[in-house]
């Protein structure tokens, strides 16, 4: 039976990024096939549906870079036919099919069981930002800090990582700084929880390389010349997860706050992160998300809407978590 698909073709001209059928035959290897029911869209979603991203490292490619879905078919695995299921990393959408499809194979071992108290719906609502949110969270957790120690900061905050981020340091005690470029998403962050918003451009300009200790702690997604200023205003002894480049890849620093006042600054992957460290992540994202704060983060599109909601996060006209209902 046919389903449809986002895919990526290579042409002559470039990428040609379009709705198509596929039939279950056309599906990569794996042991598990899924039924998708729903799928995100990432700011690395909006760079593979633009078709001017090197993102993607084969062709042709479903695009999607997360998930949910009920299991179909299971060859040798935990998982069997009904099992409710989230899939994010690994590939998805560089090297292996994504979730724009109504159907995906994949490996066993890649496949997160829906934790208990999530729907498929709230799984994508969070999706890889906010599990990737989490995981800053944890390192940040990990390097000994406490609210106790000081403010944390969130860049990019009304974006999906920042503002499950937020969220999940507020209702952990922490006194979060906001970082954000749009002033008329200040109600919006202090619903999530921020005490204070600050303008992106007291962080993006470039600044000294040690600057006044303001945090202790901060979850970067922008990178660049941001993540540069953040580093040189932590507090000694402080940590700044880095999980992002939405600001661009390059790191404009010096050494002065690593070795003028011991900060660490912490690498989050989301895409080949251990299982266990995965396992954890989406359990504590199950008991420690506030369920009403994440509905008021989130929009949810249908399928045919996601060429549109790429083009969207691309230039920064949303906010919080867009989930697409592939069914």
């Given at each position: 039976m046919k389903f449809r698909a986002i895919r990526a073709?290579?042409?002559?001209?470039?990428?040609d990024v379009r709705f198509v059928e596929m039939e279950d035959s056309e599906l990569m290897d794996g042991d598990v096939t899924v039924r998708v029911t729903h799928s995100t869209v990432n700011y690395k979603d909006g760079l593979a549906l633009s078709g001017k991203s090197a993102i993607i490292r084969r062709f042709p490619m479903v695009l999607g870079i997360d998930l949910a879905g009920v299991v179909e078919t299971s060859a040798g695995t935990d998982f069997a036919p009904g099992d409710e299921v989230i899939v994010n990393g690994f590939g998805l959408s560089e090297t292996h099919f994504g979730g724009y499809a109504e159907k995906a194979r994949v490996k066993g071992d890649w496949l997160v069981r829906l934790p208990a108290g999530l729907t498929r719906a709230e799984a994508m609502a969070i999706g890889t930002a906010g599990y990737t949110a989490m995981l800053a969270v944890m390192a940040i957790e990990r390097h000994g800090l406490t609210p106790a120690s000081g403010p944390a900061l969130v860049t990019g905050a009304a974006g999906g990582v920042g503002?499950?981020?937020?969220?999940?340091?507020?209702?952990?005690?922490?006194?979060?700084?906001?970082?954000?470029?749009?002033?008329?998403?200040?109600?919006y962050l202090?619903?999530?929880?921020?005490?204070?918003?600050?303008?992106?451009?007291?962080?993006?300009?470039?600044?000294?390389?040690?600057?006044?200790?303001?945090?202790?702690?901060?979850?970067?997604?922008?990178?660049?010349?941001?993540?540069?200023?953040?580093?040189?205003q932590t507090r000694y002894g402080g940590a700044v997860a880095a999980c992002g480049l939405a600001g661009g890849i390059d790191l404009p620093a010096t050494v002065a706050p690593f070795i003028l006042r011991a900060v660490t600054l912490i690498g989050i992957d989301s895409v080949q992160c251990p299982m266990a460290r995965r396992l954890e992540a989406w359990r504590r994202l199950a008991s420690d998300l506030d369920r009403e704060k994440l509905a008021a983060m989130t929009q949810t599109i249908p399928f045919?809407?996601?060429?549109?909601?790429?083009?969207?996060?691309?230039?920064?006209?949303?906010?919080?978590?867009?989930?697409?209902?592939?069914?």
């Open positions: 073709d290579k042409t002559d001209a470039g990428q503002s499950t981020a937020v969220s999940l340091l507020a209702d952990k005690g922490w006194t979060v700084i906001a970082s954000t470029g749009r002033s008329s998403e200040a109600e202090k619903g999530l929880g921020a005490s204070e918003i600050i303008e992106r451009a007291s962080l993006s300009a470039p600044g000294k390389p040690l600057g006044k200790e303001q945090w202790a702690a901060a979850v970067d997604s922008v990178g660049s010349q941001t993540l540069a200023n953040v580093l040189a045919n809407e996601a060429f549109e909601a790429g083009r969207r996060i691309l230039k920064g006209e949303t906010r919080g978590r867009l989930v697409v209902a592939i069914e």
